[in-house]
């Protein structure tokens, strides 16, 4: 039988050359897998004190949305560059390969105060600081980050000031 690891694929030089790509989409064929996961995911103490989740563009919004509602708390999301209409609050960052931005409507901030961060890898941890700046900027609360998988040897913790919780170190 299959194990949560064994769904975690491995992609040489994608999609720069140099990159270990880990593709956790794999996980989504496999519905009782995928469903022990977001158990998981959902069971952590930190979520019990958060007032919402913010999800991160893209695969984020998959395990986001998951737990959201598996835990009954509202989701808001992070996106990439021109997909959200209305007010948006931006900031750029570096990547593992290359560089990014991300945004995130006002009205929805504004109804929170306290959140938990959730995606699906971690690497470097500039994606999920960005995220961590563009809320602090706005005094918001970070109670975590929640992520799926966790690559140890970039460090990306070691950036965030608040409690990582990751399924798969690898
Ligand atoms: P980082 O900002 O370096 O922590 O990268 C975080 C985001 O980029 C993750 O949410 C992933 O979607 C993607 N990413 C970065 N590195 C990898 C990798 N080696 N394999 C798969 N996805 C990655």
């Known amino acids: 039988m299959k194990k949560l690891e064994d769904l975690i694929l491995t992609y040489k030089d994608f999609p ?8 956790v989409l794999e996980i989504l064929q496999y519905p009782d ?3 022990d996961l977001i158990l998981k995911m959902s ?12 999800s991160i563009d893209a695969r984020g919004f998959i395990f986001g949305s998951a737990v959201a509602l598996k835990s009954s708390k509202p989701m808001i999301v992070a ?3 021109g997909k959200l209409p209305g007010n948006i609050l931006t900031r750029e960052y570096d990547l593992e390969y290359g560089k990014n931005s991300l945004s995130i409507q006002s009205s ?15 690497a470097t ?5 960005c ?4 809320l ?29 919780d990751s399924i798969i170190s690898l």
């Open 79 to 81: 996106r990439k560059p």
């Open 131 to 134: 995220v961590s700046r563009l």
């Open 125 to 129: 941890g500039g994606t999920v600081n």
């Open 33 to 35: 897998i995928f469903q």
């Open 108 to 122: 929805a901030l504004k109804k929170f105060n306290s959140f938990v961060i959730v995606d699906d890898l971690l």
């Open 43 to 54: 069971s952590n103490q930190i979520l019990k004190n958060a007032e919402a989740i913010i």
């Open 16 to 23: 720069k050359k140099g990159i270990f790509f880990k593709d």
């Open 136 to 164: 602090k900027d706005q005094r918001k609360e970070i109670l975590g980050l929640i992520t799926v998988v966790e690559l140890n040897k970039l460090k990306g913790r070691s950036k965030l000031d608040f409690p990582v």
